[in-house]
């Protein structure tokens, strides 16, 4: 079975186009103070104007309850991902308040598991991405991909979907396959200058997709 595709990051129309035509199963827009920052205004208005086949994907970090909401009022999102420190207690008031499906990013550490574990039967799914001082996510930056049999398997446990994120690109993409990753995100993997990239997003699938 194959992966799972999420391309995230998508900041202008032209990003859009590019990951609107492609493989992905899902379209990440991040809502949250970044260089990669959109508005809900924004997403709405290039979503209107580009055919999309894909699930929404909307990024969030520590947001709160009304911030998620004005998101919602603008664009029909499929998944509201939480990227911040969220506690499982608030992930369950947004899975109730608006019936959507919730993932929590896990920042890898010694403790990654283990915070895993503190949301079981609380989210629909995680993305286990890089821990960079400063910054979120999108850093391009991978972790110890040798503890990711680890994460997957606690995502077995929990029945959901565990989604690989940083660094990953035409050039590791072998190497993370090895690991036979349910689900793979990724941002500045297909970019060239900040901007989604055709040619590179062609080049990244073939080599997934073999």
Request: hydrophobic letters at 35%; charged letters at 25%.
């Amino acid at each position: 079975m194959r992966p799972l595709l999420k391309y995230c990051g998508n900041h202008s129309l032209n990003d859009v186009i590019v990951t609107a035509k492609s493989r992905a199963d899902y379209l990440g827009f991040v809502f949250a103070p970044s260089k990669r920052c959109v508005t809900a205004q924004q997403v709405s208005r290039w979503l209107k104007e580009v055919e999309v086949s894909q699930k929404i994907v909307g990024v969030f970090v520590n947001a709160t309850l009304r911030e998620i909401e004005e998101v919602m009022e603008e664009v029909s999102l499929d998944v509201i991902q939480c990227h911040g420190e969220e506690p499982p207690e608030f992930v369950t008031t947004l899975k109730e308040k608006y019936q959507k499906n919730v993932w929590k990013v896990i920042h890898h550490s010694k403790s990654g598991l283990q915070t895993m574990q503190a949301y079981r039967h609380k989210v629909d799914g995680f993305v286990i991405d890089s821990k960079v001082a400063g910054q979120r996510g999108g850093t391009g930056v991978q972790f110890d991909w040798q503890v990711i049999p680890e994460y997957q398997q606690e995502a077995k446990n929990q029945q959901v979907p565990c989604f690989i994120a940083g660094g990953i690109n035409v050039s590791t993409i072998t190497q993370l396959l090895e690991y036979n990753p349910i689900g793979i995100d990724l941002s500045s993997g297909i970019e060239r200058d900040g901007r989604k990239s055709t040619t590179i997003k062609n080049n990244f699938e073939e080599r997934l997709f073999l």
